[in-house]
Each structure stands twice: as structure tokens, then as C-alpha cells.
Nanobody, 121 residues
Framework: QGRLAESGGGLAQPGGSLTLSCEAS????????MSWARQAPGENREWVAR????????YYANSVKGRFTISRDNAVNTLYLQMTNLKPEDTALYYC??????????????WGQGTQVTVSS
């Protein structure tokens, strides 16, 4: 149905910063709410942040609130996640996803392979 390509991951020291990008194609990006999630080895996937189709009303998991910023540029079909003050527990494979549905029955469509973020000294 669509394609998502995450990029921008890498190695960062605790307290450092990284910005992830998600390039969307194969669907009308500007019509959809979007989300970021992450998954560490041996752990369940964790929702991180979401944003409305017009770029308003960002919302965050408590674990990243105040440190991460979700944004989007509909002109270039790209979703972003700016991460600051990184912590070792942020280490995970990060995925972007289309966010559908209504509370409490949200739906997340993961169409990419993710990008790895590793935080260590």
C-alpha cells in the first residue's frame, strides 16, 4: 500500500543528539497522522510519539517527553524525530508508522525496516 524509509540513526553518547527522518511514498502522506515507535532487542515495541496530518498536536510517551520532538514536512513527504539528551535506554530500532483509528483502537502501519539508534559511551 505504501512505503516508509527510516534513516538518520547511529551511535551517540549519553546526552547527545540525533535526528531521524522517515521518507514516505506510495500514499498521500499529507492526509495521514504519523507516529514513531521503537523496539530494543528482547523487548516489545514501544510507541514514542505521534503527530496530526497537518503537523499540529504532537504527543509523546512519558519516557521521551521534553527530550524528543516530532515534526513533519508535507511538501517533501517526510516525518522527523529530533532526539536530544539521549540516554542509554533510548537504544533501539526506531520505526515510523502511519497512525490510524480512534481512541482506544489505534492502528499503526509499519512499512519500513527501521533505523538503529545506539546510545553508549
Amino acid at each position: 500500500q505504501g512505503r516508509l524509509a527510516e534513516s538518520g540513526g547511529g551511535l551517540a553518547q549519553p546526552g547527545g543528539s540525533l535526528t531521524l527522518s522517515c521518507e514516505a511514498s506510495g500514499f498521500t502522506f499529507s492526509r495521514y497522522r504519523m507516529s514513531w515507535a521503537r523496539q530494543a532487542p528482547g523487548e516489545n515495541r514501544e510507541w514514542v510519539a505521534r503527530i496530526l496530518s497537518d503537523g499540529t498536536q504532537p504527543y509523546y510517551a512519558n519516557s521521551v517527553k521534553g527530550r524528543f520532538t516530532i515534526s513533519r514536512d508535507n511538501a517533501v513527504n517526510t516525518l522527523y524525530l529530533q532526539m536530544t539528551n539521549l540516554k542509554p535506554e533510548d537504544t533501539a530500532l526506531y520505526y515510523c508508522a502511519v497512525w490510524n483509528g480512534t481512541y482506544p483502537n489505534y492502528e499503526y502501519h509499519y512499512w519500513g525496516q527501521g533505523t538503529q539508534v545506539t546510545v553508549s559511551s
